[in-house]
């Protein structure tokens, strides 16, 4: 059931209107998520469940430096990319059963 959910999520089209540049780095970072919350066990705890969501934030925060200090990549994680991560992390979050009224994304991020 969980997996079933989580597998639905197409990040791909998702990110269709973010920067060409980073829309493979954040589409991956989604899919390791994606892949760390299908992992674990039904009973996982909260904060197992949160660790894999802080894992999946602080790679996106490197990431997001990276883009800012690389003159050959075209864009970053600005609005719109904000936005579509957010939404699709608290989404998976959502699923396995965080709830995003907490705004425990925020905790790590730095994009």
């Not at 674990?40 to 790679?59: F, I, M, R, Y």
Request: include cysteine; charged fraction near 35%.
């Amino acid at each position: 059931m969980k997996s079933e959910e989580l597998n639905s999520i197409d990040f791909k089209s998702q990110l269709e209107d973010c920067y060409e540049d980073v829309k493979p780095y954040l589409e991956a970072e989604l899919e390791k998520l994606r892949k760390r919350l299908i992992a674990l066990p039904d009973n996982a705890s909260e904060g197992d469940k949160l660790a894999a969501v802080q894992h999946c934030v602080e790679a996106l925060n490197i990431l997001s430096n990276t883009f800012d200090d690389d003159e050959n990549i075209d864009g970053g994680i600005d609005t719109d990319e904000r936005e579509i991560l957010c939404e699709n992390i608290y989404q998976m979050g959502s699923i396995v059963g965080l709830d995003a009224d907490t705004d425990y994304v925020d905790e790590w991020r730095e994009w």
